[in-house]
């Protein structure tokens, strides 16, 4: 599956790649980059591999001609990834491109954004960290953009209401996500650069594909039911934690929401969507708990 991410970026296309990706998909998804980039020209493009299991011979092949096509397309292409093989696709894909290519894993996530948005790291000015006078001024900003992250449990319900409250009150807007994790796992199927082998019958995409559209309706749904006119829903095929991270930063979110069990002791040691993305995003982060 290859699902194009809408982004408020600038020239910036978020891409997300997951399973294994055939024909069908390429058909799909071909004219929509393509329309985006006759629109706004030469673009960026952050690239996800989630779950990724390489491509049909017809769809590899519709990606080779696709980039002989666009040589010239595209400024930047950050590619995120979690095998040794998908590093070795970014080296494959720079002899078919005038732009910069290069690969993070998916815990360098921010600085991949970074990258793309070419903003200079943490440190970079200001070396001999003395303070500026500006950095002894603290504003205060309105949020703007919040996202919510939602895995339909009573914990997240009362996330979005929460969010919802303070949206209402800053005339922000919301954008609701739920990660949909693929059925097909990395200990069923073989690491093979092509894609699976049909010898393992145990994954079935259109069953996934159900469960992703039905999980659209119920955030569909959701939204209808609050009428708040600022509120956009999306779902994200990914691991909870780094979808949302991603995600955030691809909206310019300043505000992350999002329930929390309250667990304590060794249950939060092992770690929680909420807290993980509470000591990840840069953004700000708001934790929810049902009491």
């Known amino acids: 599956m ?3 991410i809408p982004s408020p970026h600038e020239n910036v296309v978020v891409v997300k790649a997951t399973g294994l990706l055939t024909d069908d998909d390429y058909n799909v ?4 980059l393509e329309k985006l980039i006759n629109e706004q020209g030469p673009v960026s493009v952050l690239l996800e591999f989630e779950n990724f299991r390489g491509w049909e011979a017809k769809a590899l ?3 080779f001609k696709f980039g002989l096509k666009h040589p010239d397309d595209f400024k930047k292409m950050a590619i995120v990834g979690e095998k040794a093989w ?5 080296v494959v894909v720079k002899p078919f491109t005038s732009g910069e290519v290069r690969y993070f894993d998916h815990d360098q996530i921010q600085k991949a954004w970074d990258w793309i ?3 200079k790291t943490e440190g970079s000015d200001n070396d001999q960290g003395e303070e500026t006078e500006e950095s002894e001024q603290v504003t205060l900003v309105p949020y703007r953009s919040i ?7 009573r914990h997240a319900e009362k996330a979005l209401a929460r969010a919802v409250e303070m949206a209402r009150h800053y005339g922000a807007s919301v954008a609701v996500v739920h990660a949909h994790e693929s059925l097909m796992r990395y200990d069923v199927y073989p690491d ?7 010898g393992f019958p145990m994954y079935d995409p259109e069953l996934d594909q159900q469960l992703f559209d039905s999980a659209r309706k119920r955030l569909e749904d959701m939204a209808k039911q609050i009428d708040y006119d600022k509120m956009t829903v999306e779902v994200v095929w990914g ?3 780094a979808t949302v991270i991603s995600y955030a930063e691809s909206q310019k979110a300043d505000l992350i929401v999002a329930g929390s069990h309250g667990r304590k002791g060794i249950a939060r040691l092992l770690g929680s969507t909420a807290n993980s993305i509470m000591h990840s995003a840069r953004c700000d982060v708001l934790v929810v708990r049902l009491d």
């Open 117 to 119: 948005l070419e903003k």
């Open 147 to 153: 996202v919510v992250a939602t895995d339909f449990s």
């Open 2 to 4: 290859l699902q194009i």
């Open 86 to 90: 998908h590093h070795i696709f970014a």
């Open 29 to 32: 998804f071909v004219p929509e």
């Open 61 to 63: 092949w519709a990606d």
């Open 192 to 198: 093979d650069f092509l894609g699976p082998s049909t």
């Open 239 to 241: 691991s909870p934690s």
